[in-house]
């Protein structure tokens, strides 16, 4: 029905552009390169990659293009649709359906969206693939990496309004949503269902500082051959108090995120928290990170500081069940990372941006990063890439 729904969507969109001058299409993109000296660990941009840096150049983790149409209907009514391409888990390049929706402005105070959104987390959460609109090459994985989706098919109400100097926005939707998540370990596949999804965000600030709060709450399944085999031989082993406890089967799930970004004179800041809630072998997360940076006009230095750490350790685990205990293993993604960097406007058009990342994974198995090996190790990351934007 997903797929069904943006043909149509797309095929009404394209039709009635072609007889409207209201209609606005940009595109998008990154040309990037990464470099991690440690052969050990491959260093993607995010789980969905197959393939990434161990050792060696890779021009695959943040290369990107992308495609956005608009259409102005009337001066209520638009229709918006985003397409990327890049690098998949089946290391090939595919083009997908990132966002699009039917948009009501009622060119006062309220908008309304219908179709494919992007979930409202983090303050760049709409802008995840225009890398010109970002400072940084990759947004810090410790709070960005927690959750596996950026986008829910359902509907967004906005309210947006002003008392003095400041302002205030209030978003609250609600969907479901369907992924595939790859499972590097056991180089598998899982189905994930996010179902009675529902999400506030609130924006409160002035031109110079801003503060957000954002709550997700949903139902989360997720299953593969693996898993359906484990948590079936446990239930039929008589263990059903411990499948229960960590099947990822009907899970209530929360997410919540605070962040906190100041823009005064020629100062930058930003620093967001997020904590993940899922009763499961997927485990409980909290992360933050704080970027400061300083603008020379077209020239912008920046350091960011980030880490993660999971609430309860899962190298440890000891349930009884050595299949379970590998699993919970996985799950460890706690780490810290240093990160100094560079962005330079070279015109209205274009950028070009440079970093180095230090990480240091955090207990056993640990950190983002596909390791081979029980005790973690550092990695040094370099990253170029230009972006561009027209």
């Not at 043909?7 to 993109?29: C, I, M, R, W, Y």
């Not at 056993?364 to 040094?380: A, C, F, I, R, V």
Request: glycine share 6%; with cysteine; aromatic share 16%.
């Amino acid at each position: 029905m997903k797929n069904i729904f943006f043909k149509l969507f797309t095929f009404l969109l394209f039709t009635l552009s072609a007889n409207s001058s209201e209609f606005d299409v940009k595109a998008f993109g990154t040309l990037g390169s990464v470099y991690n000296d440690n052969s050990n660990y491959i260093y993607r941009k995010d789980i969905f990659q197959k393939d990434g840096s161990s050792d060696d150049l890779s021009f695959k983790t943040d290369t990107v293009v992308g495609l956005q149409t608009t259409l102005h209907i009337n001066e209520n009514f638009s229709a918006l649709l985003q397409g990327i391409a890049n690098n998949d888990y089946d290391d090939k390049v595919r083009a997908k359906i990132d966002w699009g929706y039917l948009k009501y402005d009622s060119n006062e105070n309220i908008t309304l969206k219908l179709g494919r959104i992007r979930t409202p987390y983090y303050k760049n959460s709409e802008n995840l693939n225009i890398g010109y609109s970002n400072l940084m090459i990759r947004e810090s994985v410790e709070v960005y990496g927690q959750i596996p989706f950026s986008s829910y098919n359902g509907i967004e109400i906005t309210y947006s309004n002003i008392i003095g100097t400041y302002f205030y926005t209030f978003q609250g939707g609600c969907g479901k949503e369907n992924i595939t998540v790859p499972i590097h370990s056991l180089n598998q596949e899982a189905s994930v269902n996010i179902d009675d999804l529902y999400a506030i965000n609130l924006i409160f600030g002035t031109t110079a500082i801003q503060a957000r709060v954002t709550y997700l709450n949903a139902e989360i399944t997720a299953s593969s051959q693996s898993l359906n085999q484990l948590f079936g031989g446990l239930r039929a082993l008589g263990l059903n108090e411990l499948a229960n406890e960590y099947e990822f089967k009907n899970k209530k799930s929360e997410y919540i995120v605070f962040g906190l970004f100041l823009d005064y004179q020629n100062i930058l800041f930003s620093s967001e928290y997020g904590q993940r809630r899922i009763p499961s072998f997927f485990g409980d997360l909290h992360g933050y990170y704080a970027t400061l940076a300083y603008s020379f006009n077209k020239f912008i230095p920046f350091i960011t500081y980030a880490k993660s750490k999971m609430d309860q350790t899962t190298y440890n685990a000891n349930t009884g069940v050595n299949a379970l205990n590998l699993i919970l293993s996985a799950q460890n993604l706690g780490q810290s990372s240093k990160t100094i960097g560079i962005k330079y406007y070279l015109n209205e058009n274009f950028d070009i941006k440079f970093q180095y990342e230090n990480v240091i994974p955090k207990g056993d198995y640990g950190s983002y990063h596909l390791s081979s090996l029980q005790k973690p190790q550092e990695l040094n990351v370099f990253s170029f890439a230009l972006d561009f934007v027209f």
